[in-house]
């Protein structure tokens, strides 16, 4: 029996690149004030609206109730856990690429969001968590007394 491996010759490369990013992730995250750190990092899509933010994480693997969504003074926190599956008995070779352990997201938010009204849900290893915005104040017109 022979065994066929695929030649990738920025595999090496990539697998480096990765191990640098998880690296700095890792210190980024160990310096924030919470002290967390992750082991993995979801990749997240933020789209602007007029009235709204909506912020998407894919989290594939983690139940939605198992996520930690909070907002304090303006920094937006994602944080949960991908289990490692089980190894199965008889392995004789193995590739892993997804990650598993916790994960750590922290976002700035800007002031003009309604931090009381932000809501969150996770559907098919998405997150989506919604920011509105704060109704602006409009401009008062001052009538000039004479």
Known sequence: MSTLLRYEPWGLHRDLVNEFNRFFE??????????????WTPPVDIEEY???FVLYADVPGVDPKSIEVTLE????TLSGARERAVEPKGVEAKRQERAAGRF???FSLPETVDGESVTARGSNGVLEVVIPKRAAAQPRKITVNH
Do not use: E
């Not at 890792?26 to 082991?39: E, P, W």
């Not at 003074?73 to 937006?76: P, S």
């Open 26 to 39: 890792r210190t980024a995250a160990s310096d924030a004030s919470s002290g967390a750190t992750a082991d």
């Open 50 to 52: 007029a009235d709204k």
């Open 73 to 76: 003074k303006g920094v937006l």
């Open 104 to 106: 750590f997201r922290r």
